[in-house]
């Protein structure tokens, strides 16, 4: 089970720090990524960090956003900086690549002055 949390509202510019629980899912053992979707467009990926420790971002968010985790608390974070009103989304965390567990509900990020 996946949990993510942290979301909330932001003015642009600003920081948040998302972190993603998991239960019977190692995010040490897995490759594990940051998922998001805003209103009417797909879920796209946007950091992903391999079992080595590669991470990889979308081109949006190069640059701004940090995935990393922690192997002892067993949780995935992604740290967004400088956030622009784009961003505004729900993020999830999951596999990097399918087969998915479940999606859960998200949290919900809202960039907006």
């Known amino acids: 089970q996946l949990q993510a949390s942290g979301g909330g509202l932001v003015q642009p510019g600003g920081s948040l720090r998302l972190s993603c629980a998991a239960s019977?899912?190692?995010?040490?053992?897995?490759?594990m990524g940051w998922y998001r979707q805003a209103p009417g467009k797909q879920r796209e990926l946007v950091a992903g960090?391999?079992?080595?420790?590669?991470?990889k971002y979308a081109d949006s968010v190069k640059g701004r956003f940090t995935i990393s985790r922690d192997s002892a608390k067993n949780t995935l974070a992604l740290q967004m900086n400088s956030l622009k009103p784009e961003d505004t989304a729900v993020y999830y965390c999951?596999?990097?690549?399918?087969?998915?567990?479940?999606w859960g509900q998200g949290t919900q990020v809202t960039v907006s002055s």
């Open positions: 960090i391999t079992r080595g420790g590669t991470t």
């Open positions: 019977g899912i190692s995010v040490y053992t897995n490759a």
């Open positions: 999951n596999s990097l690549s399918s087969p998915f567990w479940s």
